[in-house]
């Protein structure tokens, strides 16, 4: 896939919502580059280091609050949490700049309302450096 750097059969669909792809190069350790795609082939998201975790809306907010913590990077300034994307649907919600989880679960939640339960969910957080 060339949105990967890499030919087409090199790359993995790791996750699926009803409308959105996620790929990841064939062979990366589960941190490295991903692409979302639409079902039309158009490229929605590119990011590096991307942790990905397939859900479902049920279990969105627990699957947000691992993937925020597994993102999360701490230096002296305290934590920095991760940008976040929540796939759903032919949706992509992105959240970015939060610094409170109990916020950013609140919007994620009201994002998701609505959602059958079984209905399927891919959390992408993309770590900030700093």
Same mark, same amino acid.
């Given at each position: ?92 919600? @992105? ?6 989880? @109990? ?6 939640? @009201? @994002? ?19």
């Amino acid at each position: 896939m060339q949105a990967l750097g890499a030919g087409g059969s090199d790359a993995v669909e790791i996750a699926r919502t009803d409308g959105l792809s996620v790929f990841r190069a064939a062979g990366g350790d589960g941190s490295g580059g991903i692409c979302v795609v639409d079902d039309r082939g158009v490229v929605r998201l590119r990011a590096q280091r991307a942790l990905v975790l397939r859900t479902d809306a049920r279990h969105a907010i627990a699957a947000l609050r691992a993937a925020l913590e597994r993102a999360a990077r701490y230096g002296d300034a305290g934590r920095t949490l991760p940008g976040i994307a929540v796939l759903h649907g032919g949706r992509m919600a @992105e959240f970015d700049g939060f610094l409170d989880t @109990e916020r950013l679960a609140a919007l994620v939640r @009201e @994002e998701l309302g609505g959602r059958d339960d079984a209905a399927p969910v891919a959390i992408v957080a993309v770590p900030r450096d700093g």
